[in-house]
């Protein structure tokens, strides 16, 4: 896995006001795992998921160096990608915090390729690392897709502006979000 490095460049303005900026751009919400061996499965929330390629396909997800998933994650074989229903906010909350065990009544099964996929999610992901660069306070993570399966029909979990939303309707530009509540990312 190829890794990249950068200098450090200085920030000449304040971050919780580029956060703020940042949250106005509304993502999904996904659970990206990994088997640790003897350190066992991990499973982050991620909102930074995205697609990168199709030939190859390729999609992207970033996860903080504070993270305690981040040593798994640098050495796991494969990962697991479940994006989230709207249904789902409890499993969000579940992954998006350092417990000793997230998994407890979390329905989980294993792909094909071993890695957890969380049940009743919208579409699962397996793949398999494809490069790692520095990205800041934050490590980039390019992994290579190698099956995928998508429920039939359900909305998706959205993050925006620091919160949970559901789509109001089906398509765009109709109302406001009939649904919000606190998200949890520190
Ligand atoms: C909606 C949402 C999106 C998040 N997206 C990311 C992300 O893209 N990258 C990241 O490193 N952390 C993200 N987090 C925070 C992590 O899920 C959280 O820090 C988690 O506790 C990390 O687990 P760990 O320290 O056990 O590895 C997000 C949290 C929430 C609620």
Redesign the pocket.
Known sequence: MKRQSAAKIDTPFDPLALRRVLGRFA?G?AVVTAEGGEAGM????????NSVSLDPPLVL????R?????PVLRGAQGYGISILGHHQEHV??R?????ED?WSGVEVRRGESQVPLIEGALAHLECAPYACHEGGD?EVFIARVLRFSAADGGDPLI?FGGR?RALASGEAGHGQPSHASQ????
Do not use: E, I
Request: hydrophobic content about 45%; aromatic content about 14%.
């Open positions: 993502t919400v991990v499973g982050m929330t991620m909102s930074s998921f997800f970033s996860v903080a504070s993270a305690l998933s981040l969000s909350n992954f998006a915090r350092p417990l997230k934050h993050f949970y998200g949890q990312r520190p």
